[in-house]
């Protein structure tokens, strides 16, 4: 099994709702990442979980929570999101924690109204 | 600072038209270059792993090669399903003395191959 799966694939929220994004994958990886994509950009690292501890966080609105709670487990809370974080949200994870050779789900597309 | 550069940004080319792409990067202490294709609404599709200059990898009707400055992916007789965003990213340790290290991307090239 060489998948990382993401759920929701489409989410609609408005700017007071609260929601969440999951991200699993089961291929032992004990590194996880969440990236951020506009259109026609590339990704932008968010978050950084390595051995289910948060590593990195690319000062990152306090709106965007994450949370690993095993290490097959990814989720990004998402509250009082603005218009402007309508994006392609992309979890990843990798063997080790460089951060290469990372394998991407294939993305929750979210639009804030 | 950009630390990743892709040129072109767009590549328009007919079936069986080779080419190549480049991807040019600044970024001290080069753990590692990747290169990912990714479909519209997608995500990236990791391709190629190289380390040091002088490597070349291969696949179907791609080839990377890298050295000290930058990497070329080169397209052999692409076809129409060859066309994606193809992306380039960097990798470096956060900090010296750290093993934990973070990708940088470029802004990918965009290919179409038209029949």
């Known amino acids: 099994d060489t998948e990382v799966t993401q759920t929701p694939k489409h989410l609609v929220m408005g700017m007071t709702n609260k929601k969440s994004l999951k991200c699993e994958q089961h291929m032992g990886h004990r590194a996880m990442y969440w990236y951020k994509q506009k259109a026609k950009k590339p990704p932008e690292l968010m978050f950084v979980y390595s051995y289910e501890k948060l590593s990195i966080n690319e000062s990152v609105p306090s709106r965007f929570s994450p949370e690993c709670p095993n290490s097959s487990l990814l989720n990004l809370h998402l509250h009082a999101l603005q218009p402007e974080d309508s994006a392609l949200y992309l979890c990843a994870s990798s063997q080790g924690r460089g951060g290469g050779e990372a394998f991407f789900g294939q993305g929750t597309r979210l639009t804030v109204v | 600072e950009d630390q990743v550069t892709q040129s072109p940004e767009a590549l328009r080319l007919q079936e069986g038209e080779s080419s190549s792409l480049n991807c040019s990067y600044t970024?001290?202490?080069?753990?590692?270059l990747f290169w990912y294709r990714q479909d519209p609404g997608k995500g990236p599709e990791f391709l190629f792993t190289?380390?040091?200059a002088g490597e070349e990898k291969e696949k179907e009707r791609l080839k990377a090669t890298l050295t000290k400055k930058e990497s070329f992916l080169h397209i052999t007789a692409p076809k129409p399903e060859d066309s994606a965003t193809y992306l380039c990213a960097v990798q470096a340790l956060v900090d010296r003395g750290s093993t934990l290290g973070r990708l940088y991307f470029g802004r990918g090239t965009q290919l179409t191959v038209w029949p």
């Open positions: 970024v001290s202490g080069l753990r590692g």
């Open positions: 190289l380390y040091s």
